[in-house]
């Protein structure tokens, strides 16, 4: 059973930067590709950002590319999302993710995420 917890999310302004966390309570951590997913209202969510197993392999979105740094610390079962010159569409939940074997693109691949924080990023 993997249950994950997200934290960080609040109100920011545009330009600002934030950092969101996410941390496992599973056994064996670093069998887990982990991403980072957004849900905006209206629209569907997507993965902006996954990286694998060891740590060294990224799959970022195009739209925060440069912008968005995904990051684990396997010893603490945590999992980073820093966030940097926030834009307006940027405004979701964002969700954490995990599944065993390699970094996904697609939400439909992730089999056990967190309940979600919410980022609002105003103007």
């Known amino acids: 059973q993997v249950q994950l917890e997200e934290s960080g999310g609040r109100l920011v302004q545009v330009g600002d930067s934030l950092r969101l966390s996410c941390t496992a309570s599973v056994e064996f951590f670093n069998a887990y590709a982990m991403a980072w997913a957004r849900q905006a209202p209206g629209k569907e969510r997507e993965v902006v950002a996954a990286?694998?197993?060891?740590?060294?392999?990224?799959y970022y979105r195009d739209s925060v590319k440069g912008r968005f740094t995904v990051s684990r610390d396997d010893a603490k079962k945590v999992v980073y999302l820093q966030m940097n010159d926030l834009k307006s569409d940027d405004t979701a939940v964002y969700y954490c993710a995990a599944r065993s074997g390699g970094i996904a693109q697609h939400i439909d691949l992730y089999d056990h995420w967190g309940q979600g924080t919410r980022v609002t990023v105003s103007s």
């Open positions: 990286i694998n197993r060891s740590g060294d392999s990224w």
